[in-house]
């Protein structure tokens, strides 16, 4: 089954998405995504430039040596960028693998091993009544988890808020937009907005909070200790993880489950955090973490120490990304939690997707392969915007970690 075309499709059907798209000479087709918010274009590049070419008249099957091929063959290992290239790569083998065999994905990792997979929404708000309206609707959709966010008062801006009438979005303009933080700010109302909705909403709903790594270790500390009262399913990302060991800290002061990964592109870069227990949840994405096949080895490590899955789900990665996603975290026997935020139209246009919803969990669906079809002609009517994360500043004007 030898691949014929391998090409780079960037869209921006709701935000910016890049696409992946091999065929073979059987005529089946897989898509994978490519997507890195605010550095899309470089992981196209990498694509287009340099692993597309080698991508033809290699067979389709063999996923495992086309990995190791691109991993290994490259000498310039890991990375954002070339660990998204090579997951959009390995997905899309996937999703051929699993059409060549009338099955889907799932099946091919071995099978369901639970029902559906529980996912979390994020509700957010300017006020606390406005967090605790769009906490509502949440529950009313079904949620059985759900994140949640507001802004700190004091603050002009704070991360993860969405507007009133849409999806969370926080890249923007083509340069970035910098915004002011103050941590001292931040440590005295969390505790308070989880205790607001605790008080609101009981106990009977997982309640997740996103720190988005702006603590030092010791004040992340502090931060778990103060809202262990309202048993937080996890605290997201409390301290940046370039120094794994700095965790050691942060457990020694609380017991609020700890959850971190997004931006980790390899297995290397948990190791530690894993074989010591540093956390709970281990929050690495199929797009950024070298698809399904690397993915599966940070689980499968991250089952022999009792931590689980809590995979990175939001807007920034496609459809394709999400149904990748769902694929193994039906499949593992570790899964935590998915988080899901949704896409902003016109998406759906553009992706198709089998995967549904339904009283707080999601199932990817019966379809062959991953169950996304991409409209390549509907994507051509979205072209790409350039966008960009923000840049963060403390009160004095230093950068500080976004």
């Known amino acids: 089954m030898k691949i014929t075309d391998a090409r780079v499709v960037v869209s921006s059907p709701g935000r910016n998405y890049v696409t992946l798209v091999i065929e073979t000479e059987d005529g089946l087709?897989?898509?994978?995504?490519?997507?890195?918010?605010?550095?899309?274009?470089?992981?196209?590049?990498?694509?287009?430039?340099?692993?597309?070419?080698?991508?033809?008249?290699?067979?389709?099957?063999?996923?495992?040596?086309?990995?190791?091929?691109?991993?290994?063959?490259?000498?310039?290992?890991?990375?954002?960028?070339?660990?998204?290239?090579?997951?959009?790569?390995?997905?899309?083998?996937?999703?051929?693998?699993?059409?060549?065999?009338?099955?889907?994905?799932?099946?091919?990792?071995?099978?369901?091993?639970?029902?559906?997979?529980?996912?979390?929404?994020?509700?957010?708000?300017?006020?606390?009544?406005?967090?605790?309206?769009?906490?509502?609707?949440?529950?009313?959709?079904?949620?059985?988890?759900?994140?949640?966010?507001?802004?700190?008062?004091?603050?002009?801006?704070?991360?993860?808020?969405?507007?009133?009438?849409?999806?969370?979005?926080?890249?923007?303009?083509?340069?970035?937009?910098?915004?002011?933080?103050?941590?001292?700010?931040?440590?005295?109302?969390?505790?308070?907005?989880?205790?607001?909705?605790?008080?609101?909403?009981?106990?009977?709903?997982?309640?997740?909070?996103?720190?988005?790594h702006r603590l030092t270790p010791i004040e992340a500390g502090r931060l778990g200790a103060a809202l262990e009262p309202y048993r937080p399913f996890w605290m997201?990302?409390?301290?940046?993880?370039?120094?794994?060991?700095?965790?050691?800290?942060?457990?020694?002061?609380?017991?609020?489950?700890?959850?971190?990964?997004?931006?980790?592109?390899?297995?290397?870069?948990?190791?530690?955090?894993?074989?010591?227990?540093?956390?709970d949840y281990i929050r690495t994405s199929v797009s950024h973490a070298g698809g399904i096949t690397h993915l599966r080895r940070i689980f499968s490590l991250a089952d022999l120490y009792g931590v689980r899955s809590g995979s990175h789900g939001a807007g920034d990665l496609s459809p394709v990304s999400l149904a990748a996603a769902l694929h193994v975290d039906l499949s593992i026997p570790n899964f935590g939690i998915q988080e899901y935020m949704g896409h902003r139209e016109p998406a759906s246009k553009v992706f198709r997707t089998s995967y549904t919803f339904a009283d707080g969990y999601m199932h990817p669906g019966d379809a062959p392969g991953l169950g996304v079809e991409f409209d390549e002609e509907a994507a051509a009517a979205y072209p790409f915007d350039p966008k960009y994360l923000p840049i963060n500043r403390r009160l004095d004007g230093s950068v500080h970690d976004w």
Not at 137 to 154: M, N, S, W
Request: hydrophobic content about 40%; some cysteine; aromatic content about 10%.
């Open 29 to 212: 087709t897989g898509v994978g995504d490519a997507t890195l918010n605010g550095r899309e274009l470089a992981v196209a590049a990498y694509l287009s430039e340099h692993l597309c070419p080698m991508l033809i008249g290699r067979d389709a099957r063999r996923i495992e040596d086309t990995w190791q091929y691109f991993y290994k063959g490259a000498y310039w290992r890991r990375g954002p960028v070339a660990m998204t290239a090579i997951a959009a790569i390995d997905v899309a083998l996937w999703d051929i693998k699993g059409k060549a065999a009338g099955m889907p994905v799932y099946e091919l990792l071995g099978g369901a091993a639970r029902d559906g997979v529980m996912v979390y929404g994020h509700a957010s708000g300017s006020t606390l009544e406005a967090l605790s309206a769009d906490f509502q609707a949440h529950l009313d959709l079904g949620y059985k988890a759900i994140r949640a966010q507001a802004a700190v008062p004091g603050l002009d801006k704070t991360y993860g808020i969405a507007p009133a009438d849409n999806i969370y979005e926080p890249a923007s303009g083509n340069v970035p937009q910098e915004d002011r933080w103050e941590t001292s700010a931040y440590l005295d109302f969390a505790p308070a907005m989880m205790r607001h909705l605790r008080d609101e909403f009981g106990y009977g709903v997982h309640l997740l909070h996103d720190v988005h």
């Open 236 to 279: 997201e990302d409390p301290t940046p993880a370039e120094d794994q060991s700095a965790f050691r800290l942060l457990r020694s002061h609380t017991t609020t489950p700890v959850a971190v990964g997004e931006v980790f592109n390899s297995i290397w870069d948990c190791q530690q955090l894993i074989t010591e227990r540093l956390i």
